[in-house]
């Protein structure tokens, strides 16, 4: 008998692919006789290669190598001779649907996401709000795999053993962790103003830290030349501030670093997942955004979630909506002296 052999597809953006590690890891550790394609973007590697011995990585480059219908159906007939017998659409988009189609076609067991969009769409209306939990992307990806005959249990820790990632991989410059340190890592960009806390007002919450723990590390994570400039300014206050990600060397060696932190401050952003899988403990800041629209971070408690009380929150799922007021109160009302007393609540733990 052959063995099954599924394909799990993913494309999107980093968080949105760090989400489907806790369910693939579960799929996988829960059939082990199952042979599971993880198909991503290249960027995505680091998450799945040493994940389990069964899970294997596809990088799909679909803007590039793989663009438009003639690109796919390239991309289809690579997938075609890996002989799966069953495909796990955990994306559902435009390309997504179109490989789906393909494989519908060729009789294929195929499921795909359920992303709950009338829920999604009560959660942000302007009137008659409904602040109601949507299921998590974590369920959503576990309830195509029940439909596909793969019910699991979703059970994940870290991507790392207890001990957190070899700092020895990391440039000299972050060397090892004094037992009497506190490592505090601030991510403090997002993809759209409605999910970034003001910078000035970050600052503040970092000078304050600084100020509280002599012996503290702050760590700064971002990426791209602008954003590389303003945690270049911010590192130059402080000694104690340092620009993690002009030292890092990908992904890997970032989750490495995160693995020993304390406690990660973010957004509602890649950087909050990422944290996340490494079992760390996240402080998220929401703006427009809100955890009820089921992305938050792995493992992630709602006592750490920052927040304003706003009848107009939220009114974006992915914050990517002008501000209905015109003045981002969801991110501007919010105090750094709060965003510290949630820091310190984790700080005082460890």
């Known amino acids: 008998m052959n063995t099954e052999h599924l394909l799990i597809m993913r494309f999107s953006a ?33 998450f799945f290669e040493n994940i389990a011995p069964n899970v294997g990585f596809m990088a799909a480059d679909i803007k590039k190598e793989y663009h438009g219908v003639r690109g796919l ?34 009789h294929y067991r195929v499921e795909s996401i359920d992303k709950h969009r009338s829920g999604k769409s009560k959660l942000i209306a302007e009137h008659n709000k409904e602040l109601i939990q949507q299921p998590t992307s974590f369920q959503n990806y576990a309830d195509v795999l029940e439909k596909l005959g793969y019910p699991v249990k979703l059970e994940f820790n870290s991507l790392f053993p207890p001990e957190g990632g070899n700092l020895r991989l990391l440039s000299d410059k972050i060397g090892d962790k004094r037992p009497f340190q506190q490592w505090i890592g601030i991510a403090p960009f997002a993809a759209h103003e409605g999910k970034m806390y003001p910078l000035p007002l970050m600052k503040n919450v970092i000078r304050m830290l600084v100020n509280k723990h002599p012996s503290c590390r702050v760590f700064l994570f971002g990426g791209g ?81 920052v927040q304003a009380d706003l009848p107009c929150r939220p009114c974006s799922i992915y914050g990517n909506k002008p501000c209905l007021r015109g003045d981002w109160a969801c991110m501007h009302n919010i105090s750094p002296e709060v965003v510290v007393e949630h820091i310190e609540r984790i700080l005082q733990t460890k």
């Open 14 to 46: 980093l968080g949105d692919v760090a989400m489907t590690v806790p369910v693939v890891y579960s799929l996988a550790s829960q059939y082990p006789n199952l042979r599971i394609t993880m198909l991503s973007k290249p960027f995505a590697r680091p």
């Open 225 to 305: 030349n602008e954003e590389m400039k303003l945690l270049d300014e911010i590192s130059s206050e402080s000694k104690q501030i340092i620009n993690a990600s002009r030292l890092m060397n990908g992904l890997q060696q970032e989750l490495i670093l995160m693995s020993h932190l304390d406690v990660m401050v973010s957004m509602d952003s890649a950087n909050m997942h990422l944290a996340s899988l490494v079992n760390t403990q996240v402080v998220s800041i929401w703006g427009s955004t809100h955890p009820f629209a089921g992305f938050m971070g792995w493992n992630q408690s709602m006592d750490n979630v």
């Open 73 to 106: 159906n390239a991309l289809y007939r690579r997938l075609a001779a890996k002989n799966f017998t069953a495909v796990a659409d955990f994306h559902s988009v435009l390309r997504s649907d179109y490989l789906r189609m393909r494989f519908n076609f060729d």
